[in-house]
């Protein structure tokens, strides 16, 4: 073939004159589609093709030569060789590809002053000719590069430096295992003598040199098999030379069993056990590789036939095709089937009788073994002569033949139902017998039509031979099951129904008596209620005349009063129903004026951390017409769930009938709040509203309490206590000094810096009760709020152990009555304050005393984590004079300390008060909504702006400033993009933006006309701050930078149907500047680029310019996308 600019051509087929395909093999390599392949068998055949060859390659004349050969030839001899082993009788094959390429010389235009079609021949000899150096010099290099450095064997795949280009030119592709694989190749490089060609031959001399330093690794092409017998032999003929330097025999190993040898064996070295085991297993390879095909198919039979016989012993069969195993009724061999109980089990297994004898039972050495405790060693056997077989039955062996019991020899016949023992059950089959014997009457003959023939129809017939009619016992036995189950349902049904009539009558029943209860209860209420308006609430001194009773009887009936009068449990309910009504209609009020707040009825009970509101207070009057304000246990109060402010407050019914005529006066003048009024927050709540309360600036954050029975003993106490909220959860810790300040510690300076205040108090007999108990002990009972709660906490385990029994007080000197007394109580520190609380502040007070109360400076909260200590440094000197109800005080009762907090996050849930203690935390989807404002974009230009010492308002404006983002559309004009507006939130929407599109953002100021205000240039709008969440508080978690829009100018925009000012300028935005993935690339599901948009305004008579900043919510779609939300 020939290589013509680039093109393969046939030079021994005439026909084929067209361009030839060249293809590669993953085995053969390269080769050429269609290239004809002659046989030769002489050298004079390979010299004729060669001749004829050349005459049919192209050839042009050149100014340099008359006969230049235009192409390149490459003639292909394959050479294969076979040599017969008369050893093993193999054949054995080398094949060898020997190639002969007569390349074109490489030319020059201005040598050969070629034109035309020979100047682009010369041009494609040339590059076929450069190719094949770049081949050469990187195969030289690669060979070079192995010698000098060794690759580490982990190394995958090839580097750089390895590539071959092989492919850019035909020739070299179908050379490539010429040049550089398993071949030796031989170059003849043509040089001139004339000094004219010099650097020709200088050239061509370089191009053989770099040839030279190709290394190829070439290997004979052998048939595998005959070279492995080949090293096997070498193997076993360099073992035996082994073995006779040891001085032992090569047959040696054969004759192991050999005295004689035995002794030389024991004296064979470690070396020689190891060679005579190599040299077996080197002859035991080279006999399987010289077994023949014929040898190796009857060993095959042999395992087949083994096989066979060894499922035949388990009771399986192989089909003829030799493949599937199971069970297979031969067609000539007599055998048994087995059936089941289960049809899944049947005919699944097939014992063959041989003949002769057939032994069957439960003994190991029987030919078929069975199972059972009705199984025998030797329970039958099987005689198969002369194609009949024949049941023998063992000593007291159960063998049953159609339903019968056989004691002696039995002959089968085909389809013959045996039974051995009770459990196994199997079907006789003899072929032969039914095509020898013509009148051959099968047993399944007298079966009835359409029965089959199973494990079910044995045991019948077994059963009706034995004198059993198995069906009509079956039939029986449900009968009797049938009649038991109806006799049973019907107790069952009678049962229920007495049952079911003893439950309605005692519903019944109950149902008058709670009926009666309850008219009686609703009646005494009403009663109660209307005489409860016009007379007093009357006490236990009303209703007896102490002088009837001794002074315990009295006491004891005084007690049992005021303990059942506090059960309450009937007024409660007819509380709840009373009021029922009022709740439905304030619902009803606040869905129809659009307030966002939910009524409902919650039972509070009072703790000592979460204490009732001053309006939960019982009002009663003693007979004497003294007022008494007590707390009752339980308390209906009305749950006010405030969705909009996100509060929770309690109002009692008192004050919710109020609020409830208020609501009715506003829904009947329709005030509600127009739809374009901004909605109300905490801010902006007023005492206008009926539905709202107003929030207090600090908020409760916990209580503790201080006990001082230290002041007992002239001594100083350190307390650190935990502060604990509504919810029972501490909050922080308190750190509390408690000392008595004698006229000694006034002359020595305090050690505590901070404010320090003096103030002097009251204690009289009426804040402390001191009454005996039952025991003739005393007991204080404070005369304030809470006087339940404090007996129970801080009096139940203590009885006044300084009291004597006398009733006088045993206590020092320095507490004696009508002495002047200082206690000084110093707040330290408080620890563990949540960070959500900026400004924290104490004020403690005296349990009776609520509303003469000690309080701390505010201190900043500037620790993050709450860790860091809030230094009060605060010390109150309270000075009294000593009575009988102070010593009592301070033995029982503590000091109160109350933290209180400004919350300073808006996300933060807030309580109108702190009775939220055990309340259902209000979910997140309820909370206002809560807008993020970052930081603007700062002007490099621009600079920071300065903030004014003074701040004088001349004039107030209302701005509301609109974003607008364009995107070019195919006709050439800017429009506006789609914004998805899905989550209902003012001021928020998702741009959706489209991927590669120029775009446009567009701002509109508008406000009231006015002169004072004007605008005049807008100097900057930057973009930046791009993020991936919407609050980022470090400049770290921006992507890409800063980037200035190329602004158009301003203009003012006059409407005619609106009198307000209307400023509105756009300006270039390229996404691509910023170099941010998130703007280049499309969003992900779910994913929201949010950046920042600053605006930098100059304004009239304004020294400095205004700055407009908006963070905005992007998506990015791609370019063809039509999607209209932001998913």
């Known amino acids: 073939m020939e290589i013509y600019c680039e093109q393969v051509r046939d030079l021994l087929n005439p026909k084929n004159k067209n361009s030839m395909r060249v293809r590669e093999h993953p085995i053969l390599g390269p080769y050429v589609e269609d290239l004809s392949k002659l046989v030769v068998t002489s050298y004079e055949d390979i010299l004729q093709l060669m001749e004829e060859g050349n005459k049919a390659r192209t050839v042009a004349a050149t100014s340099m030569n008359e006969t230049s050969s235009r192409s390149h030839a490459v003639f292909t001899i394959l050479l294969t060789q076979q040599k017969h082993d008369q050893a093993t009788d193999l054949k054995g094959e080398k094949v060898s590809k020997l190639s002969l390429v007569d390349l074109a010389g490489s030319e020059r235009a201005d040598s050969t002053k070629a034109q035309g079609v020979r100047l682009q021949e010369g041009a494609k000899i040339n590059q076929s000719l450069t190719t094949l150096g770049l081949v050469i010099s990187a195969l030289a290099e690669a060979a070079s590069s192995k010698d000098i450095i060794k690759k580490d064997k982990n190394t995958k795949g090839k580097s750089k430096a390895d590539f071959i280009p092989y492919r850019d030119s035909v020739l070299t592709w179908l050379l490539r295992e010429n040049l550089g694989g398993n071949s030796r190749t031989a170059m003849i490089a043509a040089i001139s003598p004339a000094d004219i060609n010099y650097e020709e031959t200088l050239g061509t001399l370089k191009y053989a040199n770099r040839a030279k330093q190709i290394m190829c690794k070439a290997v004979v092409n052998e048939d595998p098999n005959a070279r492995l017998i080949r090293e096997l032999k070498e193997e076993v003929q360099r073992l035996r030379e082994l073995l006779?330097?040891?001085?032992?025999?090569?047959?040696?190993?054969?004759?192991?069993?050999?005295?004689?040898?035995?002794?030389?064996?024991?004296?064979?070295?470690?070396?020689?056990?190891?060679?005579?085991?190599?040299?077996?297993?080197?002859?035991?390879?080279?006999?399987?590789?010289?077994?023949?095909?014929?040898?190796?198919?009857?060993?095959?039979?042999?395992i087949r036939l083994q096989r066979e016989n060894m499922l035949q012993e388990m009771g399986l069969a192989v089909k003829d095709d030799g493949i599937t195993v199971g069970v297979f009724s031969p067609k000539k061999t007599p055998h048994l089937v087995n059936l089941n109980e289960d049809p899944g089990m049947s005919e699944c297994l097939l014992y063959y009788i041989k003949r002769g004898v057939t032994k069957l039972g439960s003994g190991g050495t029987q030919d078929i073994q069975l199972s059972g405790q009705t199984?025998?060693?030797?329970?039958?056997?099987?005689?198969?002569?002369k194609d009949e077989i024949t049941l023998v039955p063992g000593v007291d062996a159960n063998c049953y033949v159609n339903g019968k019991q056989i004691t002696g020899p039995t002959k089968l016949r085909t389809g013959s139902r045996i039974i051995f023992g009770t459990n196994h059950v199997?079907?006789?089959?003899?072929?032969?017998?039914?095509?020898?014997?013509?009148?051959?009457?099968?047993?399944?003959?007298?079966?009835?039509?359409?029965?089959?023939?199973?494990?079910?129809?044995?045991?019948?017939?077994?059963?009706?031979?034995?004198?059993?009619?198995?069906?009509?016992?079956?039939?029986?036995?449900?009968?009797?099951?049938?009649?038991?189950?109806?006799?049973?349902?019907?107790?069952?049904?009678?049962?229920?129904?007495?049952?079911?009539?003893?439950?309605?009558?005692?519903?019944?029943?109950?149902?008058?008596?709670?009926?009666?209860?309850?008219?009686?209860?609703?009646?005494?209420?009403?009663?109660?209620?209307?005489?409860?308006?016009?007379?007093?609430?009357?006490d236990f001194d009303d209703y007896v005349d102490p002088c009837l009773w001794s002074a315990r009887e009295f006491q004891i009936c005084r007690r049992a009063w005021d303990k059942w009068k506090g059960y309450q449990f009937t007024s409660l309910r007819d509380q709840l129903w009373g009021n029922m009504v009022f709740l439905k209609e304030a619902n009803a009020i606040s869905v129809e004026l659009k307030k966002k707040v939910v009524f409902q009825y919650v039972l509070l009970s009072e703790t000592l951390y979460s204490p009732l509101p001053p309006d939960f207070l019982a009002t009663t009057r003693t007979g004497k017409g003294v007022v008494v304000k007590k707390r009752p246990r339980i308390s209906v109060a009305v749950e006010v769930k405030d969705l909009k402010n996100c509060a929770i407050h309690y109002w009692s019914l008192e004050k919710f009938r109020q609020r409830l005529e208020l609501m009715r006066q506003m829904y009947s003048n329709d005030a509600e709040i127009s739809p374009s009024s901004p909605d109300i927050t905490m801010e902006s709540v007023g005492g206008s509203d009926p539905f709202y309360d107003r929030f207090p600036w600090f908020k409760l954050i916990g209580r503790a309490f201080v006990n001082l029975s230290s002041l007992l003993q002239p001594v100083s106490m350190s307390h650190k206590v935990p502060v604990v909220n509504e919810l029972g959860e501490v909050r922080g810790h308190l750190r509390i000094f408690v000392q008595p300040a004698t006229a000694k510690d006034d002359d020595i300076p305090d050690f505590i810096p901070g404010v320090r205040q003096s103030v002097r108090i009251r204690f009289s007999e009426s804040d402390v009760v001191i009454e005996r108990n039952l025991n003739g002990q005393k007991t204080a009972l404070s005369n304030g709020t809470s006087v339940d709660l404090e007996e129970e906490v801080?009096?139940?385990?203590?009885?006044?152990?300084?009291?004597?029994?006398?009733?006088?007080?045993?206590?020092?000197?320095?507490?004696?009555?009508?002495?002047?007394?200082?206690?000084r109580v110093s707040v330290l520190q408080a620890y563990g304050i949540s960070p959500e609380y900026s400004d924290v502040f104490c004020q403690f007070h005296f349990m009776h005393r609520c509303d003469e109360s000690f309080s701390t400076e505010s201190i900043k909260n500037?620790?993050?984590?709450?860790?860091?200590?809030?230094?009060?440094?605060?010390?109150?000197?309270?000075?009294?004079?000593?009575?009988?109800?102070?010593?009592?005080?301070?033995?029982?009762?503590?000091?109160?300390?109350?933290?209180?907090?400004?919350?300073?996050?808006?996300?933060?849930?807030?309580?109108?008060?702190?009775?939220?203690?055990?309340?259902?935390?209000?979910?997140?989807?309820?909370?206002?909504?809560?807008?993020?404002?970052?930081?603007?974009?700062?002007?490099?230009?621009?600079?920071?702006?300065?903030?004014?010492?003074?701040?004088?308002?001349?004039?107030?404006?209302?701005?509301?400033?609109?974003?607008e983002i364009?995107?070019?559309?195919?006709?050439?004009?800017?429009?506006?993009?789609?914004?998805?507006?899905?989550?209902?939130?003012?001021?928020?929407?998702?741009?959706?933006?489209?991927?590669?599109?120029?775009?446009?953002?567009?701002?509109?100021?508008?406000?009231?006309?006015?002169?004072?205000?004007?605008?005049?240039?807008?100097?900057?709008?930057?973009?930046?701050?791009?993020?991936?969440?919407?609050?980022?508080?470090?400049?770290?978690?921006?992507?890409?930078?800063?980037?200035?829009?190329?602004?158009?100018?301003?203009?003012?925009?006059?409407?005619?149907?609106?009198?307000?000012?209307?400023?509105?300028?756009?300006?270039?935005?390229?996404?691509?500047?910023?170099?941010?993935?998130?703007?280049?690339?499309?969003?992900?599901?779910?994913?929201?680029?949010?950046?920042?948009?600053?605006?930098?305004?100059?304004?009239?008579?304004?020294?400095?310019?205004?700055?407009?900043?908006?963070?905005?919510?992007?998506?990015?779609?791609?370019?063809?996308?039509?999607?209209?939300?932001?998913?």
């Open 244 to 302: 006779k330097a040891e001085g032992i025999e090569a047959q040696s190993h054969a004759g192991a069993g050999d005295p004689a040898s035995a002794g030389r064996q024991r004296h064979r070295s470690v070396s020689a056990e190891d060679a005579i085991e190599r040299l077996k297993e080197s002859e035991k390879l080279i006999a399987e590789l010289n077994e023949t095909w014929e040898e190796k198919l009857r060993k095959t039979e042999e």
């Open 375 to 385: 199984i025998l060693p030797e329970h039958c056997t099987l005689n198969n002569e």
């Open 426 to 538: 199997f079907r006789f089959t003899n072929p032969l017998q039914a095509r020898s014997d013509l009148d051959f009457r099968s047993p399944l003959a007298g079966t009835p039509a359409g029965e089959k023939v199973d494990w079910s129809y044995a045991q019948t017939e077994l059963l009706s031979k034995q004198g059993i009619d198995l069906k009509a016992e079956m039939a029986k036995g449900l009968q009797a099951l049938e009649e038991k189950y109806r006799r049973e349902k019907f107790e069952s049904d009678r049962k229920m129904e007495i049952q079911k009539k003893d439950y309605e009558a005692k519903i019944e029943g109950l149902q008058k008596q709670i009926d009666a209860q309850s008219m009686m209860s609703s009646m005494y209420s009403s009663y109660m209620m209307s005489n409860s308006m016009m007379t007093p609430d009357r």
């Open 794 to 823: 801080f009096d139940s385990g203590s009885s006044l152990s300084d009291l004597s029994s006398n009733g006088e007080v045993n206590h020092h000197p320095h507490l004696a009555v009508g002495k002047d007394f200082t206690m």
């Open 862 to 963: 500037a620790a993050e984590d709450g860790s860091g200590p809030l230094n009060f440094f605060h010390v109150q000197n309270i000075s009294v004079t000593v009575t009988q109800a102070f010593v009592d005080y301070v033995t029982t009762k503590p000091l109160l300390f109350e933290v209180f907090g400004h919350c300073s996050e808006q996300t933060a849930l807030h309580h109108g008060h702190p009775l939220s203690r055990g309340a259902r935390p209000i979910p997140k989807r309820m909370l206002p909504p809560s807008t993020w404002i970052s930081e603007p974009v700062q002007s490099a230009r621009i600079g920071p702006l300065k903030i004014p010492s003074s701040n004088p308002v001349h004039c107030t404006y209302d701005l509301l400033v609109s974003f």
């Open 966 to 1127: 364009r995107e070019l559309a195919p006709n050439g004009e800017y429009l506006p993009v789609v914004v998805d507006h899905a989550d209902s939130l003012p001021c928020t929407g998702i741009f959706i933006l489209h991927q590669g599109i120029q775009r446009r953002i567009t701002i509109t100021i508008a406000h009231e006309s006015g002169v004072e205000l004007g605008w005049k240039d807008v100097k900057e709008l930057l973009v930046g701050h791009i993020r991936t969440t919407q609050e980022v508080t470090d400049e770290k978690g921006y992507d890409g930078s800063v980037f200035s829009l190329t602004l158009s100018p301003g203009q003012l925009v006059k409407k005619h149907d609106d009198d307000r000012t209307f400023y509105r300028f756009d300006a270039s935005w390229d996404s691509s500047m910023h170099n941010s993935q998130l703007l280049n690339n499309i969003s992900s599901y779910g994913e929201r680029v949010y950046i920042t948009a600053t605006a930098y305004i100059q304004i009239n008579n304004c020294s400095q310019p205004a700055v407009i900043s908006k963070d905005l919510c992007l998506v990015i779609h791609g370019r063809d996308s039509k999607a209209t939300t932001a998913g």
